[in-house]
């Protein structure tokens, strides 16, 4: 069984591995993927496509930044923990299914892995994009 992740003052270590050195090293691997997608893709956003393919090539940018840091798996529209559909739990106790745009994870749930499998998760929306918010209970 893989090793639960240990926390330390400012890395994060996974199978006795150093996968990120702290806070600083993450945004920064997610700034350069958004560099990317407006120096490469910025047809994309100039022409107003779908926030659905500007969250793809993000995400094939995440996926190089993350790809070294012990196989870290980016998926779009990911919809799934373990066999079961992922849901979301908000404060007044309704359940939703979730579809996030982005997921930096380890494919499987805690029962397999040992830990937490979601380390990063990302709702893209484009600038005139409203969205009505809900307070979300997060453990």
Same mark, same amino acid.
């Given at each position: 069984?893989?090793?639960?992740? @240990?926390?330390?003052?400012? @890395?994060?270590?996974?199978?006795?591995?150093?996968?990120?050195?702290?806070?600083?090293? !993450?945004?920064?691997? !997610?700034?350069?993927? *958004?560099?990317?997608?407006? /120096?490469?893709?910025?047809?994309?956003?100039?022409?107003?496509?779908?926030?659905?393919? *500007?969250?793809?090539?993000?995400? @094939?940018?995440?996926?190089?930044?993350?790809?070294?840091?012990?196989?870290?798996?980016?998926?779009?529209?990911?919809?799934?923990?373990?066999?079961?559909?992922?849901?979301?739990?908000?404060?007044?106790?309704? /359940?939703?299914?979730?579809?996030?745009? !982005?997921?930096?994870?380890?494919? &499987?749930?805690?029962? @397999?892995? &040992?830990?937490?499998?979601?380390?990063?998760?990302?709702?893209?929306?484009?600038?005139?994009? !409203?969205?009505? &918010?809900?307070? *979300?209970?997060? /453990?």
């Amino acid at each position: 069984m893989p090793q639960k992740p @240990e926390y330390k003052e400012e @890395e994060i270590i996974l199978n006795n591995e150093t996968m990120i050195r702290n806070f600083d090293d !993450i945004m920064q691997r !997610i700034k350069s993927a *958004i560099q990317k997608v407006y /120096s490469k893709d910025k047809y994309l956003i100039v022409n107003n496509l779908h926030e659905r393919t *500007i969250a793809h090539k993000f995400a @094939e940018y995440l996926q190089s930044e993350f790809t070294n840091c012990n196989d870290w798996n980016v998926d779009c529209e990911y919809n799934k923990r373990g066999r079961n559909t992922k849901r979301l739990t908000y404060v007044d106790n309704e /359940s939703k299914k979730i579809f996030p745009d !982005i997921i930096v994870h380890k494919r &499987g749930t805690e029962n @397999e892995l &040992g830990y937490n499998p979601n380390f990063l998760v990302f709702e893209i929306k484009k600038e005139k994009t !409203i969205v009505k &918010g809900r307070k *979300i209970e997060t /453990s």
